[in-house]
C-alpha cells in the first residue's frame, strides 16, 4: 500500500477528522468522479489536500468547504487562490444554493456529521450533479439498502426518494491516519429528475416515514396510529400488520398523499 506522508497537523476529535493517506484509494475515487475542466465543483471538508491536489490538477477552479483554520491556512500555502476558492465555516449550514447549477460534490466526510450532511444535500438535489463522498460503510449500507433488508431504515427511504446510489467499494481502517474503528465506503449518489415517486406534501411524507420507522419492531397499524386507519393503509393495499421495513419508498409516498389529501 503506497500511503502519503503524514502530516505534523493534529487531527481534532471534534471535527472528525481522519485524513485518507492511501495513494491507490485516491486514486480510486478520482477514477470514479472523472473530472473534467469547467465542472462545478465542491470539495467538503478538503484537510491535508489528498483529494484537493489531484481534483485541481484536473479542474479550471475547485471550491472547498473547511472549517479547520489551520487547515486553510495549509490549503492557502499549498495551492494558488485563484484557482482554490475556500468557503470557511460549517457545512452543516452551509448554502449550496450560492455555488450555482450542475453541482458536483465529493470529499472523505466527517463521519460524526454524516447523516445530517446527507439530508443536508437532499435540500439542494436540485442543484445537483452528482455526488461521491466516503463514509463509515454501515451508514453506505443503511443508504442503498433494500425493502426487506434488516438495514432498511428511515434514511433508506427519505434518501432513496430523492438519489440514485451505489456503493462503489469498501475501504479499510487502514487506508486512513489516524485510522478510524471502523470500515468506509465509496458512494454515488446521483439526484432522480423527474422524481419517480413525486410526493404530494413533501412534509407530510417525511412525517409519515419518521413515525413508521420511530418503532422499528412494531406494526404500522401501531406507529401510524392517528396518522392512517388500517382500513385506509387496506384500500392502498398495504398490510397494516406489516412493518416499515418491509414497505418500498412508492409505498410510503401513497401512504403520505392518502393523509395529505385526508388533512
Known amino acids: 500500500m503506497s500511503t502519503r506522508k503524514v ?8 471535527f472528525g477528522q481522519n485524513f485518507l493517506i492511501d495513494e491507490g484509494v485516491i486514486d480510486g475515487i478520482i477514477a470514479a468522479i472523472a473530472p473534467q475542466p469547467d465542472d462545478n465543483f465542491v470539495e467538503i471538508g478538503p484537510g491535508l489536500g489528498a483529494l484537493t491536489a489531484p481534483l485541481l490538477a484536473r479542474l479550471k477552479r475547485l471550491q472547498v468547504i473547511e472549517i479547520d483554520r489551520d487547515l486553510i491556512s ?13 468557503h470557511e465555516g460549517d457545512v452543516l449550514k452551509f448554502d449550496f444554493s450560492t455555488l450555482g447549477a450542475g453541482l458536483r460534490i465529493a470529499g ?13 444535500f437532499a435540500e439542494f438535489a436540485g442543484r445537483i450533479r452528482d455526488i461521491h463522498v466516503m463514509l463509515q460503510r454501515e451508514v453506505v449500507e443503511r443508504m442503498v439498502a433494500l425493502p426487506g433488508d434488516s438495514e432498511f431504515s428511515r434514511m433508506s427511504v427519505m434518501l432513496q426518494y430523492r438519489f440514485d446510489m451505489q456503493m462503489l467499494y469498501e475501504v479499510p481502517p487502514g487506508a486512513f491516519d489516524p485510522a478510524p474503528k ?13 422524481l419517480p415517486w413525486p410526493a404530494r ?5 417525511a412525517a ?5 420507522f420511530a418503532q422499528r419492531r412494531k406494526t404500522l397499524r401501531n406507529t401510524l396510529k392517528g396518522m392512517a386507519s388500517p382500513d385506509q393503509l387496506a384500500a392502498l393495499g ?9 414497505l418500498s419508498v412508492a409505498d410510503f409516498v401513497r401512504i403520505a398523499d392518502a393523509v395529505a389529501t385526508d388533512a
Not at 502530516?7 to 471534534?14: E, F, L, M, V
Not at 495549509?74 to 475556500?86: A, G, S
Not at 406534501?201 to 411524507?205: N, Y
Open 208 to 212: 409519515v416515514v419518521t413515525r413508521a
Open 238 to 246: 398495504i398490510d397494516a400488520g406489516a412493518r416499515a421495513q418491509e
Open 201 to 205: 406534501d413533501e412534509p407530510v411524507f
Open 74 to 86: 495549509r490549503l492557502r500555502e499549498t495551492h494558488p487562490r485563484d484557482r482554490l476558492l475556500i
Open 108 to 120: 472523505n466526510l466527517p463521519y460524526n456529521i454524516s447523516t445530517p450532511l446527507l439530508f443536508r
Open 182 to 194: 471502523v470500515d468506509s465506503a465509496i458512494v454515488r449518489l446521483i439526484p432522480l429528475s423527474p
Open 7 to 14: 502530516s505534523s497537523h493534529i487531527p481534532r476529535k471534534r
